[in-house]
């Protein structure tokens, strides 16, 4: 009998419509409504692009946190000079290191000296230094997930090159008039049947620019290479789909909480605010509705009636003489009437635990961690520090790879195919050089990596004895290590020995034993400690 039994709930429907996995159940009181549809990424990101980088833009504009994190992805990834590290692979070129170590020196100090310029010679609009369009494309690619500028040639006599970057905001990426996406054109770019970009349609003004009304439906098309492979669009974003055609904006998954973030601290702040207004009420025994009515009722005798009570309190409290008790006034109150002192104003939500869980899953949709997104520190040690910031570091080296990188590298190689050609290499580069045009050649010539923002120390003595440790153990170098605080190591070593050259010039002796030092003219410096019996001495 209870092997039927079995068998017959074995049978029931619910049985047989569980699913194998429980968050693919169907029936599932948490699940049963939840029935998300599987589309592709374009078919996702595309009809909703607008609105999200309308919103995206406004949290920027309006939202502290928001902001500061923009910021913050700027200063820890770029920081205030982006530093090019040339690498060429003198190996697949077929020449030796000492004609790449020549050839690096001759690279950077031409492509720091106009990238740097306050002529920002890179810029076609002339606004900005190269590290600055650097910062630029990090920033809006949080905002709109992407990067987009074209490669231009400006032809002006006191240029010292053609070759500039006009950097374009990627709202104006998008169809001609509009038109809704097909399998070749999707959101202002064409692809060949491999899904590569071949080109671009960039709308001349934004939406919004209503002084420039007639070119709002104007479109230019700029196709993705010249014939002989040259970049003349610069598109970067980081997909997270397979066949995605546009970036998304980092705050996509935060956005309705970033938004009842704000709306939390608004209400907290509004209420502390009107705590704070009236620091007392006096509290009346008024009698209830059906004593109005039976002295008269109505709208006109209720008003009647509070006017002659207020009155008589006001007459009251104006004619009594309040007593004193040192100094302190206690008034005689209007019968039946008494004196409720207000709180101040105290915002108690604003920091609590509970907006504190609202933060950290903000900073976690970031990639970073609470302590860097909330600037709140109070909770950390040297430990739990370090920790945040190792996560923090590993989201940002992922964006600058994805982003700055990639459109730092793209600029450097357009620069140095027109100076290449120009001839401006020709002191360092040897009769029989590989042409830049053949096979990998102009990877091998442009091979870079880029210095940027220094990573920031907690404890400077212990971290400075732990590279120093990596260093002598062989499991680091000069290079990263000089890289870790932004500077080029070639920079650094040349410095030390000019430095020590004068000192030496000038007679200069510096110790450097010990917790201290001296350094003296004309003589030598010691660091021994004075025994006791000076000690003595100097104290009679």
């Not at 709208?299 to 003489?321: P, Q, R, V």
Request: net charge negative; aromatic share 10%.
């Amino acid at each position: 009998m209870s092997e039927q039994l079995d068998l017959l709930q074995d049978k029931m429907p619910s049985k047989q419509m569980a699913a194998s996995f429980e968050g693919a159940s169907h029936i599932n009181r948490e699940l049963a409504m939840w029935h998300p549809a599987l589309r592709s990424a374009d078919a996702e990101i595309l009809p909703d692009k607008d609105s999200l980088d309308a919103r995206s833009l406004d949290l920027q504009r309006n939202d502290g946190y928001i902001h500061g994190a923009i910021q913050g992805h700027k200063d820890s990834i770029v920081g205030a000079f982006y530093r090019l590290n040339s690498k060429p692979n003198y190996k697949h070129l077929g020449l030796d290191e000492t004609w790449a170590e020549e050839f690096q020196e001759a690279v950077e100090t031409q492509f720091a000296l106009a990238a740097e310029s306050p002529d920002c010679w890179f810029d076609a609009a002339g606004k900005m230094t190269f590290s600055e369009m650097i910062r630029l494309a990090i920033g809006v690619s949080m905002m709109s997930g992407e990067a987009l500028g074209t490669s231009e040639w400006i032809r002006e006599v006191r240029r010292p090159f053609n070759t500039a970057i006009q950097m374009i905001d990627p709202i104006r990426l998008c169809n001609p008039y509009d038109d809704m996406a097909t399998t070749t054109w999707k959101k202002g770019i064409r692809h060949d049947n491999r899904g590569r970009a071949v080109q671009y349609a960039i709308r001349h003004t934004l939406p919004g620019d209503n002084w420039d009304f007639e070119n709002q439906y104007r479109w230019k098309l700029i196709n993705a290479r010249k014939p002989w492979g040259r970049k003349m669009v610069l598109h970067y974003f980081e997909p997270y789909r397979v066949d995605q055609t546009r970036g998304v904006s980092d705050f996509v998954s935060i956005l309705k909480q970033s938004k009842m973030v704000g709306k939390y601290q608004d209400v907290v702040l509004q209420n502390a605010v009107l705590n704070a207004t009236y620091a007392a009420a006096i509290e009346s025994d008024l009698p209830p509705i059906e004593a109005f009515e039976s002295i008269g009722g109505g709208d006109a005798n209720m008003t009647k009636w509070a006017s002659n009570h207020l009155s008589a309190i006001a007459a009251y409290t104006g004619e009594s003489k309040n007593l004193h008790i040192d100094g302190i006034k206690i008034p005689h109150l209007y019968p039946g009437t008494k004196l409720k002192l207000q709180n101040a104003g105290q915002p108690g939500g604003l920091g609590s635990g509970f907006e504190e869980s609202l933060l950290r899953h903000l900073a976690a949709g970031l990639g970073l961690s609470y302590e860097e997104f909330s600037h709140d520190f109070t909770k950390t040690n040297y430990s739990s520090a370090r920790a945040a910031m190792g996560e923090s570091h590993k989201r940002l080296q992922g964006r600058k790879k994805a982003v700055a990188d990639k459109f730092a590298t793209d600029i450097v190689r357009l620069w140095f195919e027109e100076q290449l050609n120009a001839g401006a290499f020709n002191d360092v580069l040897p009769r029989n050089a590989p042409s830049f045009y053949e096979g990998l050649n102009a990877d091998a010539y442009t091979a870079c990596s880029w210095i940027g923002a220094p990573r920031g120390q907690i404890d400077e003595l212990k971290e400075t004895q732990a590279a120093i440790a990596r260093i002598n153990s062989g499991l680091s170098t000069y290079e990263k290590e000089a890289a870790r605080f932004g500077e080029d190591f070639r920079e650094v070593f040349r410095q030390i020995k000019r430095e020590q050259g004068m000192i030496e010039d000038m007679g200069i002796t510096i110790s450097t034993q010990g917790d201290t030092g001296s350094l003296e003219a004309g003589g030598n410096a010691t660091n021994e400690s004075p025994k006791r019996g000076d000690e003595d001495q100097n104290d009679d």
